[in-house]
């Protein structure tokens, strides 16, 4: 299969044009044609000059050398009240993943995958319920965010204000290939997204966190906790035996001091599990010194997870109990349900011979 040009970085690119024979300065026409024009076609281009034609023309295709990551459009469903929308897309090796556009007055967010399946096991999540298939490559991550610019044009709206990895997989077990697609997803002559509307999620990966302060990654931190001590949360999220809270809550401490940069924190909440005052207190408690946002999501109903979503009561008694601690919070609205594309509701089809890595009694993954 063809390497794909939506891999590379900037410099990587100018790297593998210089590899070729071609001057590097002609990485910006080529950038400018993949990023801000979003062509799916770049072969004779009239307006490329020679070196850099000849290196798209001799490149692409069938050949072995470059080809372009463009997922087909599988099914695209829209919410019933129109405003989210939720692709799956089938990637070149029939791998599918689901991506979703939300949309709120004058702006969209879009909400990419990182990994097909997932090796977390979130018991609550459809995607960790289907288990882990393959990292995505940073193309296929960059595809996504095209997918969702071009989507949006088409329908005569303005571009993408914000991105969340927030869909299929742990953005932090697939590090490498999440900072170079966001890299070039924030690059400003190209998609340009301010790095700070970009946020990356996490159930807890400590080595990611601490890597991504250590190297001055400029986008948000999410960090998914939804309990409070590790007996609970190891009964919602298995991966978390691998890293403790008290190593968790260390990595955002230390976090916090190298970027100065506040972390939100999402608690799904799960009725009588998770959303009862004694457990906001705990929560509370266990945040102290820590700025921290606090994003409360009201559980949405997956087939393999039985728990219930909670009282709107309930979750405003949980939400009141965090503010009187000082902590902003927020309490997400439900959205995109009827279309299962809500939080922890995003799952692909599973092709045999798939393996599950953590399962809800499995044992967390190793591959770190
Ligand atoms: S919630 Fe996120 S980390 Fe957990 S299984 Fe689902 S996709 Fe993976």
Redesign the pocket.
């Known amino acids: 299969m063809p390497r794909s040009l939506h891999d590379l970085t900037f410099s990587a690119m100018e790297r593998e044009l210089a590899a070729s024979g071609v001057k590097p300065i002609h990485a910006r026409a080529l950038w400018r044609s993949l990023y801000r024009e979003m062509e799916t076609e770049l072969t004779q281009r009239a307006d490329f000059l020679m070196p850099l034609r000849q290196f798209v023309d001799e490149g692409l295709g069938d050949s072995g050398g470059w080809g372009l990551d463009q997922p087909e459009v599988v099914s695209d469903l829209k919410s019933s009240d129109g405003q989210t929308r939720k692709f799956l897309l089938r990637l070149r090796d029939g791998e599918t993943v689901e991506t979703v556009i939300m949309g709120y007055p004058g702006r969209s967010t879009a909400c990419v995958s990182t990994q097909a399946g ?5 018991t ?5 319920q289907m288990g882990f298939v393959r990292h995505l490559r940073p193309g296929e991550i960059v595809a996504q965010v095209l997918h969702c610019e071009r989507a949006l044009r088409d329908g005569g709206e303005p571009g993408l204000r914000n991105l969340v990895l ?5 953005p932090l077990h697939n590090y490498d290939a999440v900072m170079d697609a966001l890299e070039i997803i924030t690059e400003r002559r190209g998609i340009n997204l301010a790095p700070s509307h970009v946020s990356v ?3 807890g990966v400590v080595p990611g966190i601490l890597r991504m302060a250590r190297e001055g990654r400029p986008y948000n931190l999410a960090v ?1 906790l939804h309990a409070a001590t590790d007996a609970e949360r190891a009964a919602i ?1 298995p ?1 978390s035996r691998r890293w403790p809270l008290d190593e968790l809550i260390a990595a955002c401490r230390a976090y916090g001091k190298i970027t100065g940069r506040r972390i939100f924190f999402g608690w799904t909440l799960i009725a009588g599990t998770n959303d009862t005052p004694a457990v906001a207190h705990q929560l509370a408690a266990l945040l102290t010194g820590i700025d921290a946002h606090i994003n409360l999501i009201p559980l949405n109903p997956t087939e393999g997870y039985c728990g219930q979503t909670g009282s709107e009561r309930a979750a405003q008694t949980f939400k009141s109990i965090l503010q009187a601690a000082g902590f902003p919070c927020t309490l997400r609205q439900r959205r995109g349900i009827d279309v299962a594309a809500g939080c ?1 509701q ?1 799952r692909a089809a599973k092709k045999p011979g798939n393996r599950d890595f953590a399962g809800p009694n499995g044992a967390p993954p190793t591959n770190f």
Do not use: H, I, Q, Y
């Not at 997932?118 to 979130?122: H, W």
């Not at 609550?124 to 960790?128: D, H, K, L, P, S």
């Open positions: 997932c090796a977390m096991g979130c609550f999540c459809a995607t960790g927030m869909g299929m997989g742990e999620s996490t159930v998914s999220v991966a922890g995003l």
